[in-house]
């Protein structure tokens, strides 16, 4: 079992910057493909962008491409979501999940586990 807690989420205004956390339990946190996905107010939930269980490999949505990275720490059991260049539409709850398998792509069936999300807020 793996369990997933997010921080890091706030108000802040366009044009600045946050950075969120996903701190995961679990020994095998390490071999997890990792995704940070958001949803807004009345609308679907909206993949972000992943990394592979290796760090190597990453996937970013067109819309936050160029503003928003994903690293991780596997020493740390730590994902994180640096986010830059905030806009007013980046307003949402962000969310990180685990897949088992490695997976770390926009396909949310395919995550096993997932943390309570924390709120981004973003004013213009």
């Known amino acids: 079992q793996v369990q997933l807690v997010e921080s890091g989420g706030g108000l802040v205004q366009a044009g600045g910057s946050l950075r969120l956390s996903c701190a995961a339990s679990?020994?095998?946190?390490?071999?997890?493909?990792m995704g940070w996905f958001r949803q807004a107010p009345g609308k679907a939930r909206e993949f972000v962008t992943g990394i592979s269980w290796s760090g190597g490999g990453t996937y970013v949505a067109d819309s936050v491409k160029g503003r928003f990275t994903i690293s991780r720490d596997s020493v740390k059991n730590t994902v994180y979501l640096q986010m830059n260049s905030l806009k007013p539409e980046d307003t949402a709850v962000y969310s990180c999940?685990?897949?088992?398998?490695?997976?770390?792509?926009?396909?949310?069936?395919?995550?096993?586990?997932w943390g309570q999300g924390t709120q981004v807020t973003v004013s213009s």
């Open positions: 679990g020994r095998t946190f390490s071999l997890y493909g």
């Open positions: 999940a685990a897949s088992r398998r490695g997976y770390s792509g926009s396909g949310f069936t395919q995550y096993d586990y």
